[in-house]
């Protein structure tokens, strides 16, 4: 059975750990690709490491680039994943430039994901699973957690409100492709819950 999912939220949801954790879950009844954005493929980790570790940079190369690298990455290992019947997870996709460039660095949603639709070329997300945290929860956890901030990481707090607030009206405008996870809660409550959407979403196809 082959599957597109992704998975979005803003910096401190989760996202990562609760990717993993679903992934191993799933891996017992599916055939499962965990991969990432950006990166997935040899060019899209070289890009990577541009946007998150270099200097800053102008919005819109910012907003080119990560469309490169989904390109690469989809051209490179989530087409081909696909086509051999495998469900793949991805850690941030589309949604994030729309979220993040389009909305709060100001460039606009649809300029943005006009960028994006000729990269992707048409291959939206069966299903998007948003872990909806607040921009305070997040923020404490990356600073508990003491990993290393990355440059959007180090954005302000009213970039990180943007951000939620970007993510909000694409959900608004697309809500049959989301699934809400409340991830204010505990890691475990968090994999459970989005295991379980996801394992209802499957079950039906």
Do not use: W
Not at 59 to 72: H, I, K, M, N, V
Not at 102 to 107: F, V
């Amino acid at each position: 059975m082959s599957a597109f999912i992704t998975f979005e939220g803003p910096e401190g949801s989760g996202k990562t750990t609760v990717i993993q954790e679903v992934a191993q879950k799933l891996e017992k009844k599916y055939n499962v690709v965990l991969t990432r954005e950006p990166g997935g493929v040899k060019t899209g980790e070289q890009i990577r490491e541009v946007l998150l570790e270099g200097d800053n940079m102008d919005d819109r190369t910012e907003a080119l680039l990560f469309a490169a690298s989904r390109r690469e990455h989809l051209v490179g290992k989530v087409i081909p994943s696909l086509k051999n019947g495998k469900l793949v997870l991805c850690d941030r996709y589309i949604d994030s430039s729309l979220a993040y460039q389009g909305y709060a660095r100001g460039i606009g949603i649809e300029q943005v994901k006009s960028i994006n639709e000729f990269a992707i070329n048409g291959l939206y997300p069966d299903i998007t699973i948003y872990l909806d945290v607040s921009v305070e929860v997040g923020r404490e956890r990356i600073l508990s957690n003491q990993r290393n901030q990355n440059r959007l990481d180090q954005e302000d707090i009213a970039f990180h409100e943007k951000v939620v607030e970007g993510y909000k009206k694409i959900i608004h405008n697309e809500s049959e492709r989301f699934i809400v996870i409340d991830a204010d809660r505990s890691i475990d409550e968090v994999v459970n819950a989005t295991y379980e959407s996801i394992a209802n979403y499957l079950e039906k196809l």
